[in-house]
């Protein structure tokens, strides 16, 4: 098709959570530009955490919009910046106000395994187009809810490639780990710093007993407290801190020997397109207890850790999604924050054997498969000799998650935004 001369311009948003959905966003952004999309003008609205993870992608000016949203302010930009169209992550209040202005929104829906009918009030239900990501398995609750949605279109993982493949096979005695503490600056989560405190002291210890000698620590956490916590270990492995841009995140992804993260759904899919052995940390939120329970459910294996019944109960706090997430996430932010206040010693204590063991069960699979290798070196430290076995140690197939849910989700919320962009306007779009 010809493309008209004058831009188009499209607002995007990600939802204040993690870095999931600025994920996604970049990924839908890089498939758009791949389509040809240089008549495409975006701007970004509110996403302040995620700004960092879009660097790289063509967003010509962001707005902050107060915490009180105003649908006067709102129609201001949209009218000011000429929005024709916008692609909003799973910030269904934002959607909702931008359809009040006149706006038509393709909605992402990357959690549709986690609504009730408590949810459906902040769900944009009506969106011109209601993407939901494909699951492992989809809860009856969740099912009827989406029912409901007027242009609903399944698609698969909403994940980049960012043009990065895996170099090397994985090894039973990893030196290079990513540590990645995501989601941590979730809606109504009043002390973000308990997650990490817990956590992250454990997990580099349990990295340096299973002889990694290299970390990086990534996502959402404050350098200044990661340096605290790296430094009340009593001997880190070498660490080095920091956010990283989205390209570079996938890089050192495809670099590491092993992912220690917590559960979040998009990071487990990015690590598996590239086959990256990964453990899920003990989740933050009620979507990571599902997340981290599909990953193990699609890998055939364990890989997971749960925190101790003190700090809370994943059973009971799935049982509370009936009266909507905000009150399972009540259960999960209370008693995280009282084990991180009453019980640290014994709580951290009890996530460092966990990954420990998980760590050596990982390294003693893979070192299993090498010895069955055809032409394996069975005399290298650490390898089995010929004949001998560690009997009942299952390697996964560390892309069985991505494969169960396929991989061309940006590619189709992309063409969903460039027809919805003709559909309303008439006009032609660069659509290849």
């Known amino acids: 098709m010809k493309a008209n001369a004058e831009s188009s311009t499209v607002a995007v948003a990600g939802v204040e959570f993690g870095w999931g959905s600025s994920g996604k966003l970049s990924a839908v952004l890089s498939a758009l530009r791949a389509r040809g999309g240089e008549r495409l003008r975006f701007i970004g609205l509110a996403s302040g955490l995620g700004r960092p993870v879009l660097a790289e992608q063509p967003v010509k000016r962001w707005f902050d919009l107060p915490e009180e949203r105003s649908n006067r302010e709102l129609s201001r930009i949209v009218q000011a910046q000429r929005v024709r169209a916008a692609l909003v992550v799973l910030d269904g209040a934002l959607a909702n106000a931008l ?43 969740g099912a009827r809810v989406l029912a409901d949605a007027r242009q609903l279109r399944w698609v698969d993982a909403v994940i980049d490639d960012g043009g990065v493949v895996r170099s090397s096979t ?37 990295l340096t007993a299973s002889g990694v000698t290299e970390v990086h620590i990534a996502g959402n956490l404050p350098a200044w407290l990661a340096a605290q916590l790296v430094d009340s270990c009593a001997h880190p ?24 993260t917590s559960p979040g759904l998009t990071t487990l899919l990015e690590a598996g397109r590239l086959g990256t052995p990964t453990l899920c940390l003990p989740p933050q939120n009620l979507s990571q207890i599902f997340s981290g329970r599909f990953h193990s459910q699609a890998l055939g294996a364990d890989v997971r850790l749960r925190w101790p019944r003190e700090v809370f109960d994943e059973e009971e706090a799935l049982a509370l999604r009936v009266h909507g997430e905000g009150k399972a996430l009540d259960l999960i932010y209370g008693g995280i924050a009282r084990a991180a206040d009453l019980g640290r010693h014994r709580t951290a204590t009890a996530v460092r054997e966990g990954l420990v063991e998980k760590l050596k069960q990982l390294a003693d699979g893979l070192t299993e498969r090498l010895a069955d290798a055809p032409g394996a070196d069975l005399t290298a430290p650490g390898r089995h000799a010929p004949g001998h076995h560690v009997p009942g140690h299952h390697v996964p197939d560390w892309t069985a998650l991505t494969n169960a849910v396929g991989t061309a989700g940006a590619a189709q919320v992309a063409d969903a935004l460039l027809q919805l962009l003709v559909e309303t306007s008439g006009a032609a779009l660069p659509v290849r």
């Open 99 to 141: 359809r009040a202005c006149g706006v038509p929104v393709v909605f992402v829906d990357s959690l549709p395994f986690l609504w009730t009918d408590g949810d459906r009030p902040d769900l944009p239900l009506d969106a011109e187009v209601y993407c939901a990501q494909r699951c492992v398995e989809l809860p009856p609750e």
């Open 170 to 206: 994985p090894t039973p005695h990893p030196r290079r780990a990513l540590l990645n503490l995501g989601g941590l600056r979730g809606p109504h989560l009043t002390d973000w710093a308990s997650y990490p405190q817990l956590v992250l002291p454990a997990a580099l210890e349990a």
């Open 237 to 260: 492995p070498i660490t080095a801190v920091g956010a990283l841009p989205h390209k570079e995140f996938l890089r050192r992804l495809a670099e590491c020997d092993v992912l220690l």
